[in-house]
C-alpha cells in the first residue's frame, strides 16, 4: 500500500509534532511557577476568591499614608477607585514616596490588606537623573 520511504516520512513527522508539543508543555509548566500577576487594587476587590499565590499590586501610593516604624513600612496603594493597605519591612526604593507610582510583590492576605515581599518604585518617561538635571541647568 504505502512505500517505505511514506511510512519513514509519517512517523519521522509525527515524532516531530509529538517532541514540539512535549517541549511547549514543559516550558509553560516551568514558567507557570514564575509568572506573576499584576493586579489593581480595584480588581482586588472584585476577586472571587484570595488565593495563596505571589501577586503584584500597583498604582499610586495615597498622601499622607505612609508610616515608618523601625524597620517596617505601612502605606496605602490606590487606583482613585478603590485601595489597599500595604505593610513592608526592608529597605525601599529612592523613588519611594507619596503620591508616586508602586508596584509591590507579595501575597494577599484579604480584599483589604497585602504583604509585600518587594517594592518596585515607578517614575515617568520625563524622569531625569539628578545629575543629568543639574548639568543640563548649567548649560
Do not use: C, W
Amino acid at each position: 500500500m504505502y512505500g517505505r520511504k511514506v511510512k519513514f516520512r509519517f512517523f519521522f513527522v509525527v515524532t516531530i509534532l509529538l517532541i514540539l508539543i512535549l517541549t511547549t508543555f514543559l516550558v509553560l509548566k516551568s514558567l507557570e511557577e514564575n509568572v506573576v500577576y499584576f493586579q489593581s487594587p480595584s480588581e482586588i476587590k472584585n476577586i472571587a476568591e484570595i488565593k495563596k499565590n505571589k501577586i503584584r499590586v500597583g498604582g499610586m501610593v495615597k498622601e499622607n499614608s505612609l508610616s515608618m516604624q523601625s524597620t517596617v513600612i505601612n502605606f496605602v496603594i490606590t487606583d482613585f477607585k478603590n485601595e489597599i493597605n500595604v505593610t513592608y519591612s526592608g529597605a525601599v526604593p529612592n523613588l519611594f514616596e507619596e503620591g508616586k507610582g508602586v508596584v509591590a510583590e507579595g501575597f494577599l492576605k484579604d480584599r483589604n490588606f497585602f504583604s509585600a515581599t518587594k517594592i518596585l518604585a515607578k517614575h515617568d518617561e520625563n524622569y531625569m537623573p539628578p545629575e543629568v538635571k543639574a548639568a543640563l541647568q548649567e548649560n
